[in-house]
């Protein structure tokens, strides 16, 4: 009934201009070439540059990066995680006491309030949440494992932000952080964790490595990082084909050729890093003091783990590596819209198959409850097939139902075109409906 | 089938810290005291101060939050609204353009990145909106009316945050901006959007009233507050008793005692304003040139509208009005979670309830497979009922399921609490599916 009543979806009246300058900032500011996301997302009208780093997601890509978030919390949920949301306002003594505010540098960005009170655009929330479990006084090991996280807004000030969304100064980050009672307890944690992003990134397709990494400014003692190979990527990789080895290649050195455990020559690639996980120990909790009551009711300090996902980045990497040059492909999962039903031009001589292409979207409306708000009609008719089926790449739907010559046939066959799988097909009305019923969106 | 598999949500494993200082950072820092939701919220659990004006919401506000923003998105949706984001780092450029770098003062939170490029946190999005429409050069009227908005954070250097939520200095609010053809159609989506407001406050329950207001530094010449009759409220507003007017006393004369339609006396009260909207014309499009296409193919300024909704305040404004002075009482459908089981004591002569009650959840999970997530456990069973009775109304579930002595009869009834209707009924299993079958989330 609820996609029945849902008014058609027209792409006249969608906000998504097609028409900002080629190339979007970089290229207009003299700068290096864009990489492909950054060029399909801008050209697509899905994102549009606000500010050197920073940007405007526009509603196709707003509703991919929901659907993205949506799955995040869902494995983030079978990780055992509770979400909060803590401020991008982040209070200078916090920064001081982890001795952060000084490390941090230039990629912090400062300010002041009006008494003059310093602040920084939180990158990353550990001395916060360290702060907000250190002030439950009476916190028992009963309660531990806590598994923390949200997806919010982050802000670091990269010195040269550039790739599009890839390495913006503006981005969402999902950023967990666990507390333990034990260092054994804190591992299991961590591994839980690990495992949830690997299958997270099976879900949408990517074939995200996760390789040894360096724990830099976060600190602790063991680090992964989830690395998507790409040639864009900024990180190099040092990956043993048979699986047995992989590393992020500053924590090796320049002459290991061979793996460590089967000597196979390393492979060097590069990739996107989209995830990144710590294990800290009591780095954090001894400096705020978060403290847990053990069963001999003793004051212990809590183990900590951190993971974050870049979240804004997964989205553009996906982009980066599914997409031909000039359409993109998403993971079917977080496509902003699944299904875009092209009628013929008005004034053709197929023009009689447009009423039997919307009653098509109507009766999968209502056949496939979950794709309501998936659905999309170019109502654009003064536009011939061609172009629009163009523009369709350019916002990346994984279907694409055409009523062409045989749609005025008996019975009417509509061509459809399966993006994601490279295949045009022709079918019956019932064929696309048995087709998109079994469509999965997040 | 989802329902079934998902494992029981327990209380002991909940991230809902009960123990906060009472009456949080206010009474803490020797100023005035709480207001209701305040107190309420910070003591169960469900906020914690972070810094002045800036909160931790806590996983139980994050799923009243996240239900509230389901709702917000459902009406600008229906109002025609497509939701984009925009990025909280402003450039400073915009804001000398349309004069509001200087006469914001101290109210904006200023910042200069590593190249000394000045930047403010945006406490709206005018400026930037009206650039990115302004950007799309071709823009036709047939593409109008267009009708934007988000929901993110803004920010707001308050002399002095106060109330909690009610007053921060970061806060989520949702904008839309609208963009209309001529005066008269920017009036109708004016209005459209304005019965969209009223809409979603009489689905919250909240007794909300339209009043004239002065525009302010938004500028613009029509303006509508939507306020919440509370004590608390920071507003003055005078009230025709028969609904012919309704007014911020800021618009009217001290001395105007007489409804201008009707001539009844006004009522004086006081209001949490929770929307603001502003008919703005060409103010902010005819500063940054945003013009669109006539049907004569000439460029004309488009008419401008923008729209507020201050999220995080309508969540804290709503537990204000309706809780009690020790239990918080949600509009039903944003309330965290929707039904608390209290199965009786360990030990306790009811033990053999237990059992019961924990089929009675299951029961109600796979009947109402809208509620699942929406159904808690309160497995602490070392505390008494009346213990965990206590605390369920500091989280303020709508239903409370107890396993009493009756849970032991045959057949076994259970005592259901409705907490925003105040009352307690005795249900059999078949009662309570029955009942919590219908209950509508969010």
Redesign the interface.
């Known amino acids: 009934m609820a996609a029945l009543l849902r008014p058609r979806l027209l792409v006249?009246?969608?906000?998504q201009?097609l028409?900002?300058a080629e190339g979007g900032e970089a290229a207009a500011a003299g700068g290096e070439a864009p990489c492909r996301s950054q060029r399909l997302l801008v050209q697509g009208g899905l994102i549009?540059p606000?500010?050197p780093g920073?940007?405007?997601?526009?509603?196709a890509?707003?509703?991919a990066?929901e659907k993205l978030v949506a799955l995040v919390d869902g494995a983030m949920r079978a990780a055992g995680g509770?979400?909060?949301?803590?401020?991008?306002?982040?209070?200078a003594e916090a920064w001081r006491a982890s001795g952060r505010w000084e490390r941090m540098g230039?990629e912090l960005?400062?300010?002041a309030?009006?008494h003059g009170k310093g602040?920084c655009?939180a990158p990353t929330h550990e001395e916060?949440v360290t702060e907000?479990l250190a002030?439950?006084?009476?916190l028992s090991y009963?309660?531990l494992p806590?598994r923390?996280y949200q997806v919010t807004?982050k802000?670091r000030?990269e010195?040269k932000p550039r790739l599009g969304l890839l390495r913006g100064?503006?981005f969402h980050m999902k950023d967990m952080y666990t507390f333990d009672a034990s260092a054994e307890a804190a591992r299991r944690s961590y591994e839980l964790v690990c495992d949830a992003y690997g299958r997270l990134f099976r879900a949408l397709g990517l074939r995200v490595v996760r390789v040894q990494a360096d724990a830099g400014a976060i600190g602790g003692t063991v680090s992964h990082e989830f690395q998507l190979p790409a040639e864009v990527g900024e990180d190099r990789l040092a990956l043993c084909p048979a699986g047995h080895f992989a590393a992020n290649a500053e924590t090796i050195s320049a002459e290991q050729a061979a793996c460590p455990t089967c000597g196979e020559p390393l492979t060097r690639t590069r990739g996107i890093e989209v995830g990144h996980t710590f294990y800290l120990g009591t780095k954090y909790s001894s400096v705020f003091n978060a403290t847990f009551c053990t069963a001999e009711n003793k004051l212990q300090l809590a183990e900590m783990g951190c993971y974050g996902l870049g979240v804004t980045r997964i989205l553009a990497a996906a982009v980066e590596v599914l997409s031909t040059e000039d359409s993109i492909r998403w993971p079917s999962l977080i496509a902003p819209y699944q299904v875009c039903f092209i009628p013929p031009k008005k004034g053709s001589r197929e023009e009689k198959g447009a009423a039997l292409l919307e009653r098509l979207y109507d009766d999968v409306a209502e056949a496939a409850p979950q794709l309501a708000g998936d659905l999309v009609l170019d109502d654009r008719t003064q536009l011939t097939i061609g172009k629009r089926l163009k523009d369709a790449d350019r916002l990346g739907y994984p279907y694409v139902i055409i009523a062409g010559k045989k749609a005025c046939g008996d019975p009417a066959v509509f061509e459809v075109w399966s993006q994601n799988a490279g295949e045009v097909t022709f079918l019956t009305r019932e064929g696309v409906i048995d087709l998109l019923s079994k469509v999965r969106v997040s």
Chains 1, 2 share one sequence.
């Open positions: 006249s009246r969608l906000f201009p028409c900002w549009s606000a500010a920073c940007y405007h997601y526009l509603p890509a707003v509703r990066l509770q979400k909060l949301s803590m401020p991008c306002l982040s209070a230039a960005f400062r300010l309030d009006r602040y655009l916060a907000l002030a439950q006084s009476n009963r309660q806590l923390l807004r802000f000030d010195p100064r503006e």
